[in-house]
């Protein structure tokens, strides 16, 4: 068996895996992840007890039960560059041997729930309203450097994508991959579903100026117009596509939810995007715990 290097999966002086600083019995099997490390303690909160609280850098995770469910909140900072070293260290916590260093025989899937916010690509989905993200659709090249699986569901999406949106050809590569496990069909009543486009940046990769000019000025009214088979692009952030990505590669259950702060068609910010994010949080627990 395969002994992984001390330079590859490192560890802390308390045995912990290096970005996440936790160690593999604090960990839960069920993950929220928020991008605002301040947005942990808004999750937990709603547990009925908080088992531990650890914390490196942006990464701050906090464990706990709410009734005999144990749960895990861990903040992931801004963007797949950081959700590379999150999802990779989750995974490494639920399926690596820290003491041998060796992969677990037996896989563990982590059921792993986004819960942040999100510009709206659609009048209709209005600031303070939620996104279920059906698939990630990744305009940054984070699952180019890892080996991945399209459904032809999957290809026909992308495909139908690349016609539709015009991108600066050799630049940007999309991806696209669906959200898994049972827990979107149950996200249902009060969310908007739709395909989430991740970008790699909050201004120009979402068409956002304010002096830097814009290399796609048509980006947000070609992903606004964009139709397949009645699926439409919702909204924009910056982890999804990431999310799901990593979650293929390595096995596990991935659902983005959006609280939308922003929209993009009427231009308006959200007036208390905390109330919002505080209502999608209550909503989401209730669902998670059920
Ligand atoms: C940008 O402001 C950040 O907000 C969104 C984007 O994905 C990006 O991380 O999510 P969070 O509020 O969860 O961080
Ligand atoms: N997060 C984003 O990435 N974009 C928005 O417009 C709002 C939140």
Redesign the pocket.
């Known amino acids: 068996m395969t002994t992984i290097a001390e330079s590859e999966l490192i560890l802390n002086a308390r045995g912990a895996v290096y970005h996440l600083n936790v160690r593999p019995e604090e960990l839960a099997g069920t993950i929220i992840?928020?991008?605002?490390p301040d947005?942990v303690k808004a999750v937990s909160k709603h547990f009925d007890r908080l088992e531990g609280s650890w914390q490196h850098r942006e990464f701050v995770t906090h464990t706990g039960y709410i009734g005999d469910k144990r749960l895990s909140v861990v903040s992931?900072?801004?963007?797949t560059d950081n959700i590379d070293i999150v999802l990779n260290e989750l995974d490494a916590l639920a399926n690596i041997d820290f003491s041998t260093r060796t992969v677990k025989e037996t896989p563990v899937s982590l059921k792993i729930i986004?819960?942040?916010?999100?510009g709206s690509l659609q009048e209709n989905i209005p600031v303070d309203s939620f996104v279920v993200s059906s698939h990630g659709l990744g305009l940054d090249n984070l699952l180019h450097f890892y080996n991945y699986q399209n459904t032809p569901e999957e290809q026909q999406l992308l495909e139908a994508f690349r016609g539709q949106i015009r991108l600066q050809p050799g630049a940007i590569r999309p991806y696209l991959i669906e959200a898994s496990g049972e827990l979107s069909g149950r996200f249902t009543g009060d969310f908007h579903t739709g395909i989430t486009v991740?970008c790699p940046g909050?201004y120009a990769p979402q068409g956002r100026v304010l002096r830097g000019a814009l290399s796609h000025p048509d980006l947000i009214g070609q992903l606004t117009g964009f139709s397949f088979e009645n699926r439409h692009i919702t909204n924009f952030?910056?982890?999804?596509a990431g999310i799901y990505g990593l979650g293929r590669v390595l096995g596990h259950e991935c659902l983005s939810v959006?609280?939308i702060?922003a929209n993009r068609i009427s231009q308006e910010f959200s007036r208390d995007g905390n109330a919002a994010?505080e209502k999608m949080i209550a909503k989401a627990m209730e669902i998670i715990a059920g």
Request: glycine fraction near 16%; avoid cysteine.
């Open positions: 992840t928020v991008g605002d947005r992931t900072g801004i963007g986004r819960l942040g916010t999100a991740t909050f952030e910056m982890e999804t959006s609280a702060v994010v």
